[in-house]
């Protein structure tokens, strides 16, 4: 039985490893520990319990991408780190938001209030892949909050740190803008102008 002990752990390790010590049930299930086993690893310490379903090694280190990884595993997987939250994970603008920014398939049912959903898609050219999560890429964020209720002074902040550090170009961002409804489109070209009239 040890033997067999040592490779669950091992297993749910290797998992947790690339999530920043997280895990879910479910994945904890899938290497093989039952309801019973997990119960009681939770009650004895040997894991902490985040919240229904989740939970992470004791112990590990905690790192800049904790609250990321841990609302991706909350969504299964299925939500991107975008709008306001993707600002700060680009550095772009001084924004500092309060609730954590989640950019779910259409279909997503699940709540919290700790967290703000945006309903839509994320191709994979629209994602940044990190360890156990992703981000939109700074040019889909820059589009996501100009649709959105955000500042032009906080836009215009953003695309001109964008640009600057070399994380698009402007002719990305006016290529983009082609593509893109009106309201995005001009709050992005009017960041644009800006930072032309500033030098």
């Not at 905690?62 to 939250?85: I, K, Q, Y």
């Not at 040019?139 to 001109?160: K, W």
């Not at 082609?178 to 309201?183: G, H, I, K, Q, S």
């Amino acid at each position: 039985m040890p033997g067999v002990r040592q490779d669950l752990r091992r297993a749910l390790q290797a998992i947790a490893f690339t999530q920043a010590g997280y895990f879910t049930a479910a994945q904890a299930r899938d290497v093989g520990y039952s309801y019973q086993a997990q119960k009681h690893h939770a009650d004895s310490g040997n894991w902490l319990r985040v919240d229904r379903g989740l939970f992470r090694l004791p112990d590990w280190p905690t790192g800049e991408d904790d609250t990321w990884v841990r609302w991706t595993l909350w969504s299964r997987g299925r939500g991107v780190v975008s709008h306001d939250s993707a600002l700060r994970v680009h550095a772009l603008s001084d924004v500092e938001p309060a609730l954590v920014h989640l950019t779910v398939p259409p279909g997503f049912r699940a709540v919290d209030d700790l967290v703000v959903l945006h309903r839509g898609d994320v191709p994979t050219e629209d994602r940044d892949e990190r360890l156990g999560w992703s981000v939109t890429t700074p040019l889909r964020t820059l589009v996501d909050v100009a649709a959105g209720d955000l500042s032009q002074e906080a836009i215009d902040a953003a695309v001109t740190d964008a640009v600057e550090r070399g994380l698009t170009t402007r002719r990305q961002l006016l290529r983009r803008c082609a593509d893109e409804p009106e309201r995005p489109a001009l709050r992005l070209e009017r960041a644009l102008h800006r930072m032309s009239e500033h030098g």
